[in-house]
């Protein structure tokens, strides 16, 4: 049965005003369409913000400890419904369900979290030069908060969007990657049961270049919380900039790791492999470049192939599959023009191809892990984020050599180092230019609690997750009172 998603705004249900739908397909199937989501125009978006700027100020006026309530029924209902979510995202971008159930946890300990954050000071008292004034601060909400998320985290971005926003009094409109409208949709409906009031949350799909600029421009809306890409983001910046508005964006990577002839050569080819083709490599922590010591690259090169040979291509609903489709028929095509691109610049291909994609799978968009070695920083596949499952191997002769190519990009998101030697650690985490640094560990890990983000061109500054996240979602209120 076809899913057929309409929008929802002041609590509602509702078509879109122009009655288009967008279909969804599966990219394991790309026969199979999974739903339909609503093609929406100007005019929903505009009905969608207006409803939001009517909550935000009884929801902004509510105690956190109440809103936590909510946050707290949220992640109970998203638990009971956890395979039913990571079904249908699994459905609509081809992620391995193993990986989207484990999505949804983490999206239910991160309501979690954030609902604990009620509990927590907003503001705090400091001493004033006048004798017996009361002085202090406070941390108020910004209004309505524009939230565009991708399509290759469904369900932990926009919740770690969603969360921090309206636990810290905001209210949210709402709008997913075309690509898992569908999944968007469900997480919505987990807030409508949990009873979150009308207005409070506001839902609206279509393509962004006919909608997102009407939600960054709108007038109601006081910020934008944005991860996608760096062209998409720079559009959105000036946008923002030009309509006064808070921005935040979290957008590509082209991350690094090390290693060093002294590290636990299995461990870190374990880490490698897994820090690039985890979710297919579509994700903006991906390992893309992994600088080896001269003196074991060929140990290294042969313990990354061996983990490389273990995977096994087909449909994420498939238990025994260890490696799914990428997300789209345009992804497909992307990451095997880098293929060609990578041979045409001279690299060669050790592992994997674009021949990969007719692997007993002739009917869906996939494409095995590729490993390409005699790369040089120069070339394209090193310097662009491709978004899929390719990783570069580029032999060195030391660390200082390594560190000195790794930070030679326009990224600056997360970087891996794997060493037995503290001092050469802690140089890294010193002088690696990233926002986010691991020793002995694959470079998209991150924890709920801890602050994420990037420097360079990799994020707009603010973090997100953890307590950092109050930052961008609520503004300062200076205070002083004189009894007098």
Known sequence: MTIHILNYI???????????TISITNPAHPNEIVGRVQASTASDVLAACDAAEKAAKSWGFLSPTVRAQFLQKAADILEVRKDEIAETATREMGKRFIETKGEVTRAVTILRYYAQEGFRKIGEVLPSAFQDHL?????????????????NFPIAIPIWKIAPALIYGNTVVFKPATETGITG????????????PEGVINFVTGKGSEIGHSLVGNPNVDAITFTGSNIVGKTIAQLAVETRKKYQLELGGKNPAIVLEDADLELAAKLVVEGAMKQTGQRCTATSRVYIQSSIYETFKQLVTDELKLFKVGDGLNQDITFGPVASKNQYETVLNYIRLGLEEGATLAYGGEEANQENQADGYFIKPCL????????????EEIFGPILCMIKVNSYEEALSQANKTNYGLSASLFTKDLKKSLDFVRNSEVGMVQINGETGGAEPQAPFGGMKESSSGTREQGQAAVEFFTAYKTVSINPN
């Open 135 to 151: 002085l202090y601060s406070l941390r108020v909400p910004l209004g309505v908060v524009g939230i565009i998320s991708p399509w």
């Open 372 to 383: 390409f070695e005699n790369v040089t920083n120069e070339m394209r596949i090193a310097k």
């Open 10 to 20: 002041n609590g509602e249900w509702i078509p879109s005003q122009n009655g288009k």
């Open 185 to 196: 949709a469900k997480l919505v409906e987990v807030f409508d049961e949990a009873g979150v």
